[in-house]
């Protein structure tokens, strides 16, 4: 070890108090000056989980950095690449925020706040260098290096943590967790099939299923593109894991043309998928059919969902746009290509799954009306007048008691139409099944939701009320109100095949 260079480091690393750290993923670069700790050569900062640095970090933590004390004449500084993490460890954290504190107590306010914690807003990092550079113009010796083997990845790790990260950063731009949306249509469309034809073609089940996910990736990527030109994405201060996008353009994880790429690509997909299909079923891929004109509406609202010309979203169409392409497109869809392939002669009604749709498709329309009330001040600035836009609109505060009714009415509807279905079932065997009442029971968290979306407003009325806080304790009422979607629609899956084996 080489004591003099290794001293030369820690004494600049002493009297220096904030460094330039250098950020990129995919070509999109970001620097900060950010004050920082340091114990020995390892170094800590603090600083917001959202912030462009930390997003990168996260999938790229290959980072450089700049230390330079203040008054230090000529070219005096540290250059240093090294590895830089989120501290996750309780007693790291404790050590990591006084440290911090001793540098600085210009985040304390934020540091202490119980909300930013429990929320994971606020973090604290640790850079672990790979390789110091020293640099000083006025010594004979004006370049010497440190390294630190120790803190290397092994090349396996990142090969297989760099592929991971990848996977994952993808599996964000598309909004994965999502496509409960279109697996809950897709399989009930089939499992009406299976009940109204006691058969199942699983092979062609999986290749809808499969054109459908990569339709609803594409529509997400659309949908992060163009909300990008408008700026809305942007303008939203008030984004969480359940809206304002997926972010990646924000967090400069991928540029916007890769973005739009990326959707052209799942666009793609999803029609080449469609047009075999119907090649199968009705010999030629541009075969006039029913499932081609499916496809084509389905491709159709993805795009044009916030795309231009029709930006259906930003003139109050957004919710009908999700409500048909999440349920009765999807369902439908799946449904003829089932009796297409069991039952290509017989005459194709449509009517049962028609209407077995409709409760997943009220309930994914909600999913978007309950998650843009916390993006209504960002779709007011850009002119996106969507229905929670021109119900709660007025004054300087949004009136949510407009919005709210209307959500719960529509919670209301969803399960009175399953309600509907079962009691059809007893009635006609045909049309439906007794069985699919078991979906009643989801109501049980709709009323949580209700419940929960209720006390919210109560605390939003009040005179006193954080309204930069309360938009994220909504966050609840958007878990609950997937989770009702997704359980309806596996539960009405379970009653039609319930009501076929039974």
Known sequence: MNNSIDEKILEMLDKANFLTLGTSVGGNSSSANVFFAHDGFDIYFFTFNPTRKAEQIRVNPRVQCVVRPDGTEGIKELQIEGRAMQVKDPEEVEKAYKMVLEVTEAFKTYMEDEFLKKNKVIGYYKIKPTNIK????????????????????????????????????????????FFTATIAP??????????????????LFWWTLLGAILAHAGTNSANDYSDHVTRNDESNKLFSPFNGGSRVIQAGLMSPSKVFILAVVMFTGAIAIGL?????????????????????????????????????????????????????????????????????????????????????????????????????????AVGKRTWIVR?????????????????????????LSILGLGVAGAVNAEFSTPWVLIAMLPFLLARKAMKMGADWLQRWAEEDADRQKLPYELLMVNVSTIGTHFSVGILLVLGYWLGTVL
Do not use: C
Not at 165 to 172: A, D, E, N, S, T
């Open 134 to 177: 020293y640099v000083d113009f006025y010594a004979e010796n004006q370049f010497e290096w440190r390294e630190f083997p120790e803190n290397q990845e092994s090349l396996a790790g990142s090969i297989i943590k760099g592929a991971l990260r990848k996977v994952g950063l993808y599996l964000r731009a598309v909004r994965a967790p």
């Open 186 to 203: 897709v399989t009930l469309g089939a499992a009406v099939a299976y009940y109204n034809f006691g058969a199942f073609h699983w092979n």
């Open 276 to 380: 075999n299909l119907n090649a199968l079923l009705h010999g030629a891929p541009l075969a006039v059919s029913p499932l081609l004109w499916f496809g084509i509406a389905g491709v159709a609202l993805g795009i044009f969902y916030t795309g231009a010309p029709f930006r259906f979203s930003y003139h109050g169409f957004g919710d009908i746009a999700v409500f048909l392409g999440f349920g009765p497109v999807m369902a439908l869809g799946s449904h003829y290509v089932q009796k297409q392939a069991l039952m290509p002669a017989a005459e194709w009604n449509f009517l049962p799954v028609l209407m077995a749709s409709i409760p997943v498709a009220i309930m994914v329309a909600m999913i978007l009306f309950i998650n843009g009330f916390q993006d209504f001040s960002a779709d007011r």
């Open 391 to 415: 119900s709660a609109e007025g004054g300087d505060v949004a009136n949510y008691n407009k919005p709210f009714a209307i959500y719960k009415a529509a919670l209301y509807l969803t399960f």
